[in-house]
């Protein structure tokens, strides 16, 4: 303090720059790798209490299968695609090549005596719905029983994957059906560019050969010739549903025609055998096929749980109408042949 003609100054003093923001950073990690670690703990937890149940998860990546006779659940949730991953590249749901070597070993290993087949599906990709087709029937042709059970929903992809089976069950509130395929949706930007005045050429070697670009317009013989492909790849469908199914093609054509079905709609037009659940269809395989007293083994791929969808939740999106557009744009340029129900 310093005294001046009755005046009085204090000096007060500085604080040091930085600390707060230190302590700050000290905080917000030490909250994160607390998170981390209970993310660890409860998943840790969680495999022993599936344990307990008698439930086998394998790790990522890895196939353990069981020293004693079985009955094997595959489960198929989520889109069918060559993989699923969240903003981290953290792998979810449905893993096309995890499932398929999962199938081939149990095709291979002399103690597994049956095949549940579980699909939560709206569908997928054409390619990848019919490779997992393909190696199911090549499980059947086995000489083993293989039964799918229907969740919420097998529709399309879904249901394309289903139909090798001996018996489908679905859930008494399962969607299914969606038979058909679609495109995608095109998406033309040439009246938009003209009103900003934007010019595009394209510089091509033929005049199919940007087909599909959001640049330029599509002619009716450019729709016809995507039409064809989408034609073959639903006669395609069409032909496996009348043929694993023993439903006369023409009536295969009738009731393929996109449309959802209920599970008693499907069960009256035999696109399903039974309504009922998991356990239902367990005890039937078992009663059915002399397998009596074989445990129920359910195979899942192990995944992070509830730790990476809470980072993924900090990602925000831009949702103005630029990002809007050019979201749309991207999504142009990924069309791909599909076998999913759109609605759902």
Do not use: C
Request: net charge negative.
């Amino acid at each position: 303090m310093n005294e001046e003609e009755n005046v009085r100054y204090y000096t007060v003093p500085e604080k040091k720059k930085g600390k707060g923001v230190k302590n700050a950073v000290i905080i917000i990690g030490v909250i994160f790798a607390g998170l981390i670690l209970l993310s660890l703990t409860m998943s840790y937890s969680i495999d022993k209490l599936f344990t307990g149940l008698g439930i086998s998860e394998t790790a990522s990546g890895e196939i353990e299968l069981p020293h004693h006779e079985y009955i094997a659940q595959v489960n198929v949730e989520g889109t069918i695609q060559k993989s699923n991953s969240d903003t981290f590249g953290i792998p979810y749901g449905y893993q096309h090549i995890w499932t398929m070597n999962l199938i081939n070993d149990l095709i291979n290993d002399s103690n597994n005596k049956g095949l549940i087949l579980f699909v939560d599906s709206p569908g997928g990709t054409i390619y990848e719905s019919d490779e997992l087709y393909l190696r199911l029937l090549e499980y059947k042709n086995s000489g083993k029983p293989i039964y799918a059970v229907m969740g919420s929903m097998a529709a399309s992809g879904g249901y394309y994957i289903s139909v090798p089976s001996d018996k489908i069950w679905a859930n008494r509130n399962t969607w299914t059906g969606s038979i058909g395929v679609t495109l995608g949706t095109y998406i033309e930007i040439t009246e938009l560019l003209d009103k900003y005045g934007i010019k595009t050429d394209t510089i091509t070697s033929g005049k199919n050969k940007a087909m599909g670009s959001e640049f330029v317009k599509m002619s009716d013989d450019q729709r016809a010739i995507l039409q064809t492909l989408v034609n073959e790849a639903y006669m395609q469908f069409a032909g496996i549903v009348a043929t694993n199914r023993n439903i006369p093609m023409d009536k295969t054509l009738e009731i393929a025609d996109g449309r959802i079905y209920s599970a008693s709609q499907a069960k009256d037009l035999n696109l399903i055998d039974e309504i009922g659940t998991r356990d239902d269809a367990y005890f039937d395989m078992q009663g059915e096929y002399n397998l009596k007293d074989i445990p129920l083994e359910n195979f899942k791929y192990k995944t992070a749980r509830w730790f990476p969808a809470l980072l993924g939740s900090l990602n925000k999106k831009d949702s103005s109408d630029l990002s809007v557009i050019k979201e749309l744009m991207d999504h142009n340029k990924t069309l791909t042949p599909m076998y999913m129900a759109e609605i759902i």
